[in-house]
């Protein structure tokens, strides 16, 4: 990992992971603390994490999301955070490779994407892509 994801930008952020796998969500979670994210909450369901959006004193800067989950999959959260007008950065997860399901969360408002199986180089990639759109934001 040669260019440096830490310093004020991540450590700034609050990212909210959404997996029903909690491995998953611990292997993101773990990577996350790696990049010296600032506050990184995590949920079981898109039902779940709506509420802690709803409930949330604080937006989130980012919301890592998994699309299949039961109770409310990352979609169907995806619109709604949309239909909030919440312009969070999105990164949907998924096993849906086909350009179909990738233009479907494009359309739904995702603003980056990651093909399951993917490793924490991927993440890194994406966090640094991520971390510069929250810089020019700040």
């Known amino acids: 990992m040669s260019q440096s994801l830490t310093g004020s930008?991540?450590?700034?952020?609050?990212?909210?992971?959404?997996?029903?796998?909690?491995?998953m969500r611990n292997m993101i979670e773990y990577a996350l603390k790696a990049m010296e994210v600032g506050k990184i909450t995590t949920?079981?369901?898109?039902?779940?994490?709506?509420?802690?959006?709803?409930s949330s004193t604080e937006p989130f800067d980012l919301i890592i999301c998994d699309w299949m989950m039961p109770q409310m999959d990352g979609l169907e959260f995806?619109?709604?955070?949309?239909?909030?007008?919440?312009?969070?950065?999105?990164l949907m997860l998924t096993a849906k490779s086909s350009s179909e399901a990738?233009?479907?969360?494009?359309?739904?408002?995702?603003?980056?994407?990651?093909?399951?199986p993917f490793t924490v180089?991927?993440?890194?990639?994406?966090?640094?892509?991520?971390?510069?759109?929250?810089?020019?934001?700040?």
């Not at 990212?15 to 796998?21: E, G, H, S």
């Not at 990738?102 to 399951?116: N, P, Q, T």
């Open 9 to 23: 930008a991540l450590s700034d952020m609050s990212v909210l992971v959404i997996d029903d796998l909690e491995i």
């Open 78 to 90: 995806l619109q709604k955070i949309r239909a909030r007008n919440d312009n969070t950065q999105f």
């Open 102 to 116: 990738v233009a479907i969360a494009v359309k739904a408002g995702a603003d980056s994407y990651i093909i399951k």
């Open 43 to 54: 949920s079981t369901n898109g039902a779940h994490a709506l509420s802690l959006v709803e």
């Open 121 to 138: 180089r991927d993440l890194y990639k994406k966090m640094l892509f991520i971390s510069d759109k929250f810089r020019d934001r700040a």
